[in-house]
């Protein structure tokens, strides 16, 4: 999966959330949204996606949507 791909399905994971607002380098944890629940829906995503496994912390050891994509994309 390519990031513009990671960013698109990242942003559907949010419901009010203006499209415009997910780029590489947003700050997702910014978001008016972010909430412990989009983390869980940002986890599955990355499961069924992907199929590759993130956790709790991997999130929080994430700054942008970018960081997140690189994290997942060396397991």
């Known amino acids: 999966m390519e990031l513009k791909d ?9 419901e009010e959330t203006a499209i415009e607002l997910f780029k ?5 944890k910014n978001l ?3 909430s412990s629940l ?3 829906s940002i986890i599955a995503m990355v499961d069924e ?4 496994r993130v956790t709790g ?10 960081d997140l ?3 997942v994309l060396s397991k």
């Open 6 to 14: 990671f960013i698109q399905k990242f942003a559907e994971q949010f």
């Open 24 to 28: 590489a380098e947003t700050v997702f």
């Open 32 to 34: 008016p949204e972010w």
């Open 38 to 40: 989009t983390a869980l």
């Open 49 to 52: 996606e992907m199929e590759k």
């Open 57 to 66: 912390a991997d999130i929080r050891n994430s700054a942008t949507i970018e």
């Open 69 to 71: 994509y690189q994290l």
